[in-house]
């Protein structure tokens, strides 16, 4: 069973537009809203990360929103460039207690590419 | 600072024969994981420690797996007999709680078993 849902699943964005993916989570006992981008060949990095304390969360043309009621949460780059062509992956966990420990379910990914 | 080490990086093997891949987590995390990505199935986790004992393995698909993590530096994942289906992208990842729960990747090891 998935436990983080995400879409779509392939995203084609025109460069300086607007990307966006979105996901979404049933078990309310998540606390941890990370996204992971992952380059051809490589393995996932850490791009940013929420807590569902605050609503949004910006890391230059980064963005994620998150809307706890309806569970779900999104990744919004602005000025999409032809270097954000990328995987990626939306992720949720529990905080950090005894054996769950960073345990992450990820979702499917998004294949993220943007046209020069 | 050295990230997470995978080794071979790329291994083509028959079917039917034993694979290894190995895996030197980030010096002082103490939470370890390995993955499986493939285009099906997307990232699945197959197996986690913490403090080198085994978690969670619910995710491992069958017998033919198998993973050991002797000490807090080294851990291998092993397939005995490898079969075609297996082919995939195995990822190790490492965490601590210093790292909170960031998990940083290696950069996998392919397997392609033909």
């Known amino acids: 069973q998935q436990q983080v849902k995400q879409s779509p699943q392939s995203l084609i964005v025109q460069k300086g537009g607007i990307s966006i993916i979105n996901c979404a989570y049933e078990?309310?006992?998540?606390?941890?809203f990370p996204w992971y981008q992952q380059f051809p060949g490589k393995g996932p990095a850490l791009l940013i990360a929420?807590?569902?304390?605050?609503s949004e969360k910006k890391e230059g043309r980064f963005t994620i929103s998150f809307n706890k009621s309806a569970k779900q949460f999104s990744l919004h780059i602005m000025d999409s460039q032809p270097g954000d062509s990328a995987t990626y992956f939306c992720?949720?966990?529990?905080?950090?207690?005894?054996?769950?420990?960073?345990?992450?379910?990820f979702g499917r990914g998004t294949q993220l590419t943007v046209w020069p | 600072d050295a990230g997470v080490i995978q080794s071979p990086r790329h291994e083509v093997t028959e079917m039917g024969q034993e694979v290894t891949l190995r895996c030197k987590p980030i010096?002082?995390?103490?939470?370890l994981f390995w993955y499986r990505q493939t285009m099906m199935r997307g990232l699945e986790l197959l197996i986690y420690?913490?403090?080198?004992?085994?978690?969670?393995d619910s995710g491992m698909p069958e017998d033919r797996f198998s993973a050991k993590m002797p000490n807090a530096s080294f851990s291998t994942l092993k397939i005995q007999p490898s079969e075609p289906r297996d082919s995939a992208v195995y990822f190790c990842?490492?965490?601590?709680?210093?790292?909170?729960?960031?998990?940083?990747f290696g950069e996998g090891s392919w397997l392609t078993v033909v």
């Open positions: 990842a490492s965490s601590s709680q210093v790292s909170g729960n960031t998990i940083y």
């Open positions: 078990n309310t006992a998540f606390d941890y």
């Open positions: 929420i807590r569902p304390d605050v």
């Open positions: 992720a949720a966990s529990r905080d950090g207690r005894g054996s769950t420990l960073g345990r992450l379910y």
């Open positions: 010096s002082g995390h103490n939470s």
């Open positions: 420690f913490n403090n080198n004992v085994p978690i969670d």
